[in-house]
């Protein structure tokens, strides 16, 4: 397995950007896909975004389809989230998956690896 480590949560208005980091520990970044989940409270987490090991294919949820970009550096071995056009319905902590799993899974139970989470807050 790998070690996930989120960072760049915070609180924005409406409107507003963020980007948040996954930081992956090992020498086996490329061989993960990687996603992000989020989890708002009294909800159960759902798909946000998933991007191949190679990064040559992504997918997100129509909720952020958009709005939101994922993207990875397989040098760094980190994957990131873009955040734009935020809403206070984006609000939830974000988690960091990775998965061995091949193409782009989109459901939690495929991913092996989580980070402990950053928290988003959208509002004014």
């Known amino acids: 397995q790998v070690q996930l480590v989120e960072s760049g949560g915070g609180l924005v208005q409406p409107g507003g950007s963020l980007s948040l980091s996954c930081a992956a520990s090992g020498r086996t970044f490329s061989s993960y896909a990687m996603a992000w989940f989020r989890q708002a409270p009294g909800k159960e987490r759902e798909f946000v975004a998933v991007i191949s090991r190679s990064g040559a294919t992504t997918y997100y949820s129509m909720s952020v389809k958009g709005r939101f970009t994922i993207s990875r550096d397989n040098a760094k071995n980190t994957a990131y989230l873009q955040m734009n056009k935020l809403e206070p319905e984006d609000t939830a902590v974000y988690y960091c998956?990775?998965?061995?799993?091949?193409?782009?899974?989109?459901?939690?139970?495929?991913?092996?690896?989580w980070g402990q989470g950053t928290q988003v807050t959208v509002s004014s």
């Open positions: 998956a990775a998965t061995s799993v091949r193409g782009v899974p989109t459901k939690a139970a495929d991913f092996g690896s």
